[in-house]
């Protein structure tokens, strides 16, 4: 039987590989060993980020257009000083009148003698328009005017129940509006019973005496009557209804806000 034949080893591969290895050996350099630079760091720099200021206006008034009002070169003629003028002057102070136009959302910034006042407000837009008071910070203080689907025209006051805060009027509207500003003591005097239509601002001097107010028409009712920080609320009713309240501040301005008839008579 014959015997398997044994591999053969690849002398000559073994050797050429040896041969390379040893030449590589030789070649390399000789001397301690280096250590490996390390890479060089660039040292921290510390800064300062300055960011600007935050604004002092609201957001909501950022993007309405700053009016400034002019004084009245003709303004509409006082009432004749009297004792009532007097009280409410010392109340609310007193200032030449004003006036102010535009078209759409608008801030009126008043002068810095005027912080109390009755404004005759007119906007020929027919989609919503307000009429806010705002302090100094910007902050809601009072709604003077809220209408929409019609144009509007009426009188109103701000300073009722925020006395002496007041220093900026904001409008939200669709179209054209203007404003005459005046003193509280410069409304219309009044005697009751006295009646009328949609917003309106009133002087009353008659004394201290219950009061019934009543309403036609379909938004909220509401009546104050005040002088300073002295006021009486004389009605708050949604639509048509009445109310009878004490009257217990006088004189006072009376301040109606209503979009029907309305009367307010003796109880």
């Known amino acids: 039987m014959a015997k398997p034949a044994s591999p053969r080893v690849a002398w000559p591969f073994i050797a050429a590989l040896a041969a390379l290895i040893a030449t590589v050996f030789f070649m390399l350099p000789r001397g301690p060993l280096v250590p490996w630079p390390t890479p060089s760091r660039t040292p921290s720099v510390s800064r300062t980020i300055t960011w600007p200021a935050p604004s002092t206006a609201s957001p909501t008034e950022r993007w309405r257009t700053e009016i400034t009002p002019t004084r009245a070169p003709n303004p509409s003629p006082r009432p004749t000083t009297d004792a009532a003028s007097v009280a409410l002057d010392a109340a609310y102070g007193t200032f030449d009148e004003l006036r102010a136009a535009g078209s759409g959302d608008a801030i009126v910034r008043l002068p810095e ?19 806010q008071s705002r302090d100094a910070g910007g902050g809601f203080l009072e709604s003077l005017v809220s209408r929409a689907g019609e144009p509007y025209r009426g009188t109103t ?3 009722v129940l925020s006395p002496g805060r007041t220093r900026a009027l904001a409008i939200t509207a669709s179209g054209p509006w203007r404003m005459t500003i005046r003193p509280m003591s410069s409304a219309a005097r009044a005697t009751l019973p006295a009646s009328g239509q949609g917003d309106a601002v009133l002087v009353y001097a008659g004394g201290v005496r219950r009061v019934t107010a009543s309403h036609r028409g379909e938004s909220n009712f509401i009546v104050w009557a005040a ?20 009257l217990g501040v006088s004189p006072a301005v009376v301040s109606v806000k209503a979009d029907g008839a309305w009367n307010l008579a003796p109880a």
């Open 227 to 246: 002088r300073g920080d002295e006021r009486s609320l004389l009605a708050n009713v949604v639509a048509n209804g009445q109310q009878t309240s004490r």
């Open 113 to 131: 003698d005027v912080s109390n006042g009755v404004v005759a407000f007119q906007h020929d837009g027919t989609r919503l328009v307000q009429l």
């Open 157 to 159: 006051a701000f300073g």
